[in-house]
């Protein structure tokens, strides 16, 4: 491939009387070594009279950068490095241009050539400060926005909160007053009226009250974010993702809300448990959640769809589906609800009954455990985020690769979709305390005869109170799929 050569020369005021630096200088001696070297010379871009600390202003290497970028040149010669850019920022990421567009990089008198070995160290030299340098950033703006906020201003990191607004440029967020009445409202009807957050949720949206994101329609988290936002009372929360890190402060802002209100709000979020609104198994598909692949150990998922018949009627279809075949390139099939029920009849009848000696039917004195490990699941949910908040951040500033990312995110997905199956499961177990109970005798001990007469509300009540888990065992053949229960799982509570 012809070496076609792009020579960048500069020179400041202050050089340019120094024998050596003048641009006729530096341009003879870079076009005698191109001759040398027999490459074909396509250009000299040459800034007189500027400086080497940036390269905005800078219209000769402007050009450069567009010839590279539309592959007119290929190989870039200069007579020092420092001709090219005095600053580390602007020389990282003019190398980081020529390694994306397949450009060489040449300077005479450090005998930089990346086509030798001592080129290319020269490069890998560049890439430690550049990753050195990044570091550097992240460290400095963590920092900055650290006693940013411990100064009391906001930072807004994904906009202001919703009945406040922060015009570019200003450190002090100030009251939008039409949206600061609706932030009242929401409180009012919490604390005062005793409305439940899916309420306040439906009503906001019946009235067609926009939230702060244009696009978005309120839901339970968003009102939930509203009432747990210490920003009302006038405080400045930071790093709310970190808990080691997290703390608030006071504001320069206006509040919104009495701490008095405020703080009513928070005894009653604590009181109700109210954390997360997530669906949970019902009577149709009462084996969400307890389902796992034994090929890759992944959770089903419930998977609904439908179609149109001849006749005009839609018909509806349940599945569930493994969540492998996302994350893990696991090839088990999925199984339709009625398929799913055989299967588990069929094991029940052929389970010897003796397994189910040592299981309870009450569990009135399990609530509290229940409730201790519903908030350890959303402790680790949590820890999902923050690691996918990191994994982000890091991707932001180029410290790993796409692929690496992609690879890294869709395994924390797997693990948070597992971890939030068993979160559902177990937050249904508790709302099942309040169902009928259904007596030893009809379920423990007569298991196999009475399971195909109890209803779907009752076979729901059973798996949610005695099942751990069922693993499924799929195959996929030419002619057709071959699906098994490998084993049940029952809690011994």
């Known amino acids: 491939m012809a070496v076609k050569t792009g020579i960048y020369v500069r020179v400041s005021t202050e050089e340019q009387a120094q024998e050596g630096y003048s641009i006729r200088g530096q341009t003879e001696k870079l076009k005698s070594y191109s001759l040398l070297k027999d490459w074909i010379i396509h250009g000299i871009y040459s800034d007189e009279g500027i400086s080497g600390k940036n390269i905005v202003e800078r219209p000769a290497i402007n050009r450069l950068i567009q010839d590279i970028k539309s592959g007119k040149v290929n190989n870039v010669l200069v007579f020092k490095v420092d001709r090219l850019t005095r600053s580390t920022k602007n020389l990282i990421e003019l190398v980081e241009l020529f390694d994306k567009y397949n450009c060489t990089f040449n300077s005479l008198t450090e005998s930089i050539d990346t086509e030798t070995p001592s080129g290319r160290m020269f490069l890998k030299i560049i890439g430690i400060f550049a990753e050195f340098e990044r570091e550097n950033l992240v460290s400095r703006l963590k920092l900055g926005f650290e006693r940013k906020a411990k100064e009391g201003y906001s930072l807004a990191s994904f906009g202001a ?6 015009k570019k440029g200003e450190k002090i967020q100030t009251i939008n007053q039409s949206e600061a009445k609706i932030v009242r409202e929401i409180f009012d009807l919490y604390v005062n009226q005793n409305i439940s957050m899916t309420k306040i949720t439906e009503m906001l949206n019946n009235r ?242 009475n399971w195909q007469y109890l209803d779907s509300k009752e076979r729901m009540i059973f798996l949610q109170r005695f099942v751990k888990k069922i693993v499924i065992n799929g195959e996929k053949t030419k002619d057709k799929n071959i699906l098994s229960i490998k084993s049940v799982e029952f809690n011994s509570k």
């Open 161 to 166: 909160s919703f009945g406040y607004d922060l």
């Open 208 to 449: 067609k009250i926009k939230p702060k994101r244009k696009g978005e329609k309120w839901s339970g988290t968003s009102v939930r974010n509203i009432l747990l936002n210490p920003n009302y009372i006038g405080k400045i929360r930071y790093s709310t993702q970190d808990k080691d890190r997290y703390f608030e402060t006071d504001g320069h802002h206006e509040p919104i809300i009495e701490n008095k209100v405020f703080e009513l709000a928070q005894e009653k979020l604590i009181k109700n448990n109210a954390r997360y609104n997530k669906k949970a198994p019902d009577e149709n598909n009462y084996f969400c959640g307890f389902l796992y692949c034994e090929k890759c150990g992944s959770t089903y998922t419930t998977h609904h769809s439908s179609q149109i018949l001849k006749n005009g009627e839609k018909k509806e279809y349940t599945s569930y589906k493994c969540n492998g075949i996302k994350y893990k390139d696991c090839v088990t099939p999925q199984i339709i609800r009625e398929k799913m029920n055989f299967l588990f009849e069929d094991y029940i009848k052929n389970t010897n009954i003796n397994d189910f000696d040592n299981l309870k039917l009450n569990a009135d004195n399990n609530n509290h455990d229940l409730l201790n490990y519903i908030a350890e699941c959303e402790n680790k949910l949590k820890s999902y985020e923050k690691k996918k908040k990191r994994l982000m951040e890091r991707f932001i500033a180029e410290e790993i690769e796409f692929d690496n990312y992609k690879q890294l995110i869709e395994m924390i997905d797997s693990q948070y979709a597992d971890l939030e199956n068993e979160f559902i499961k177990v937050k249904s177990e508790i709302n099942a305390e309040t169902n009928p109970v259904i007596s030893r005798e009809d379920i423990i001990l007569n298991l196999k005869e």
